[in-house]
């Protein structure tokens, strides 16, 4: 199971009001055990995209990476991870700016 250690947040803006409601993007950076499938020496962090309309709030994408390559990882994580992002993400929402 990942351990979320430290993440940023921001209202990613919409200045011609295409996509419905508001979308955030979190960096998340995760601790994962090293018998996981997800280790890597280096870490890994996720760069997820929030959607938050009409008081429905859902995780619209997330990409793995690491942390210092930058690299894209191909991998899904599985339902409880995912839930963990979840609500992480729903406890953690930027102040509108």
Request: glycine share 6%.
């Amino acid at each position: 199971m990942l351990t979320i250690t430290a993440y940023s947040a921001e209202l990613v803006k919409d200045p011609f009001g295409i996509i419905p409601g508001k979308r955030y993007e979190f960096n998340l950076e995760v601790d994962v055990p090293e018998d996981d499938e997800l280790y890597t020496a280096n870490g890994i962090y996720l760069r997820v995209i929030y959607g938050v309309d009409e008081g429905q709030s859902r995780i619209i994408k997330y990409d793995i990476r690491e942390n210092s390559t930058d690299t894209y990882l191909e991998f899904d994580l599985e339902d409880e991870e995912l839930a963990v992002v979840d609500t992480f993400c729903k406890e953690h929402l930027p102040q509108d700016e």
